[in-house]
C-alpha cells in the first residue's frame, strides 16, 4: 500500500518527539544519578563523620573511664591514709593520756608540800594534807574524788590540780565543791573552801577562778605561788 506525503511527515514527527523523549528521559536518568551519588556521597560523609565522633567518644569513654580509676585510686588511697591518721590519733590519745595523767600526778607532787607554808602565810593553818581522796553516795550513782583534800580542826580546802588549767576545768571544781560536804558528811561542820593548782594557767582562767572565789596557785619558777592578792576573800561552801 502506497504512503502519503502526509504521513512520512507525520512518521518524521513522532520520530522527532520520540528522539526529545529518549533525551528528556536520558538526562533526567544523568541528573538522578548525579543526585543519588551525591546523596551517596553526603551520606558517605555523614557516616564517616558518625564514625569519627564514635571514635571520639569512644576515646573520651576511654579518658572518663582511666579518669574514674584513678580517682577510685586516689580514693582508695585517701581512706587508707585517713585509716592511718586514726590509728595514730588513737595512739597519740593513748600516749598524750598517759602522759596527762603523770603530769597531774606531778604537779600535785609540786603542790602538797608547797601547800603548807602558802595557806599557813594566809593565816590557814594546815594539819593534814591528803591526795586522791574519793567519795560516793551511798547507792553508788554518785561521786567525786579531790586531788588535794587541806585540813585542820575548822577548815577544809578541796584543791584540783591540772597540768594545763582550763576554763572547764574550773567549772567542774566548782561543781565539785558543790556536792562536797553532802558526799563527805564527816566534813558538814566545816568551813570548805576550794583551790586550783596548775603548772601551765592561762591569765583569763585564774582571773575566772580568782572571780569564783576559788585560791589560785600557780608555778613560777621552781616553786608554787597563791596568785591571789590580799583583797581577795575566798568563798565558802
Avoid at 533526567?28 to 543526585?35: A, L, S, V, Y
Amino acid at each position: 500500500m502506497a504512503i502519503s506525503y502526509e504521513e512520512i511527515l507525520e512518521l518524521f514527527r513522532e520520530v522527532a518527539e520520540a528522539q526529545k523523549e529518549t533525551q528528556r528521559i536520558s538526562q533526567e536518568t544523568k541528573r538522578m544519578f548525579q543526585e543519588t551519588e551525591r546523596k551517596f556521597q553526603e551520606t558517605d560523609r555523614k557516616f564517616q563523620e558518625t564514625d569519627r565522633k564514635f571514635q571520639d567518644t569512644d576515646r573520651k569513654f576511654q579518658d572518663t573511664d582511666r579518669k574514674f580509676q584513678e580517682t577510685d585510686r586516689k580514693f582508695q588511697e585517701t581512706d587508707r591514709k585517713i585509716q592511718e591518721t586514726d590509728r595514730l590519733v588513737r595512739e597519740l590519745s593513748k600516749t598524750f593520756g598517759g602522759w596527762s595523767n603523770r603530769l597531774g600526778e606531778f604537779v600535785e607532787e609540786m603542790v602538797r608540800p608547797a601547800v603548807v607554808r602558802l595557806f599557813r602565810s594566809r593565816g590557814l593553818e594546815v594539819h593534814q594534807v591528803m591526795r586522791d581522796v574519793t567519795a560516793v553516795n551511798l547507792d553508788g550513782e554518785e561521786g567525786i574524788e579531790v586531788d588535794l583534800l587541806i585540813t585542820n580542826a575548822q577548815t577544809a580546802i578541796g584543791v584540783e590540780c591540772k597540768s594545763r588549767l582550763t576554763l572547764e576545768d574550773v567549772q567542774e571544781h566548782l561543781a565539785r565543791l558543790a556536792k562536797f560536804k553532802r558526799l563527805f558528811p564527816q566534813y558538814a561542820g566545816y568551813r570548805l573552801l576550794g583551790a586550783v593548782a596548775a603548772m601551765v594557767l592561762p591569765d583569763d582562767v585564774a582571773r575566772y577562778a580568782y572571780r569564783q572565789g576559788l585560791f589560785v596557785l600557780a608555778q613560777s619558777g621552781d616553786t608554787i605561788l597563791i596568785r591571789n592578792d590580799d583583797r581577795f576573800t575566798p568563798k565558802e561552801w
